[in-house]
């Protein structure tokens, strides 16, 4: 699914269209294999930066910085602005993250090449995030690794910028 790219591509120029979904009039397309390509990783923008941890690099605006914070068995972090938070923490989970029915909306989507859950609460706050239950198997431990990167209870974010900063990470 390349939902984050196809709307971005959808607002802007034929020309910035085509460079984001990579058409090209001299390249041969493979009607036999219509999957499309798995790098759904969003194109840079000017304003934005990239910002490297220890576990995955996402895009940002350029006003937002990350913070590592001290985890005692997962990797945590916060991504943030003057007045916007995302926090994301990283490892070893027994269980699927739980997301509450009641209080958010969600849908898949590949996000850095995993199937992630889009989440969404569901009061139109505002409060949006990405679930990935399982981003590697822990070779030692044989358990799932998953991300979470979502904005703080009462967050009330600009949906298209933390949509993107969502959609662009990309893990190491």
């Known amino acids: 699914m390349l ?40 194109p840079a923008v000017p304003g934005w930066k990239t910002l490297e941890t220890m576990t995955f690099r996402v895009e940002v605006p350029d006003n937002w910085q990350a913070q590592e914070m001290g985890g005692t068995d997962t990797y945590t972090g916060i991504l943030s602005n003057a007045t916007d938070r995302l926090h994301y923490e990283y490892g070893v989970r027994q269980k699927p993250y739980y997301i509450d029915p009641q209080r958010f909306n969600y849908h898949y989507e590949r996000v850095g090449g995993k199937m992630a859950k889009i989440v969404e609460r569901n009061n139109g706050q505002g409060q949006y995030g990405i679930v990935v239950d399982t981003v590697k198997v822990d070779a030692v431990r044989a358990q799932p690794e998953g991300f979470v990167l979502m904005a703080p209870e009462g967050a009330n974010m600009d949906k298209m910028i933390t949509m993107r900063i969502l959609r662009s990470v990309q893990f190491k």
């Open 3 to 42: 939902l984050g790219t196809s709307m971005i591509a959808a607002s802007c120029s034929k020309e910035d269209r085509d460079e984001v979904l990579n058409v090209s009039n001299n390249t041969t397309t493979n009607t036999n294999n219509p999957t499309p390509p798995p790098n759904t990783a969003v």
